[in-house]
Nanobody, 116 residues
Framework: QVQLVESGGGLVQPGGSLTLSCTAS????????MRWYRQVPGKEREMVAG????????NYADSVKGRFTVSRDNAKNTLYLQMNSLKPEDTAVYYC?????????WGQGTTVTVSS
């Protein structure tokens, strides 16, 4: 059974940091590119960061460049998103996605709230 489980969300003050994790099971994690998305109610889901299957290629939305870092540990089947200098506009539900030419899978999301 394919599963992607996000964790690490919560309430943080502006300027603070959080690290999100996405743990995968039921498919060959090492062969999938991974992405982080976020969604605010009433808005489209936005891609935040992506990483290739081997971890060599990274890409970020302009809104998070220099503040967020995506990484993965294929031995642990886990994807990470280190978020620094958080802003209120980073408040959203964050989702991870596994994607290759044959399939794509989504997690259930974890909520990040940036507020004082």
């Amino acid at each position: 059974q394919v599963q992607l489980v996000e964790s690490g969300g919560g309430l943080v003050q502006p300027g603070g940091s959080l690290t999100l994790s996405c743990t995968a099971s039921g498919f060959p994690f090492w062969s999938y590119a991974m992405r982080w998305y976020r969604q605010v109610p009433g808005k489209e889901r936005e891609m935040v960061a992506g990483i290739s299957s081997g971890g060599a290629s990274l890409n970020y939305a302009d809104s998070v460049k220099g503040r967020f870092t995506v990484s993965r540990d294929n031995a642990k089947n886990t994807l990470y998103l280190q978020m620094n200098s958080l802003k209120p506009e980073d408040t959203a539900v964050y989702y991870c996605q596994a994607i290759n030419l044959r399939a794509n899978y989504w997690g259930q999301g974890t909520t990040v709230t940036v507020s004082s």
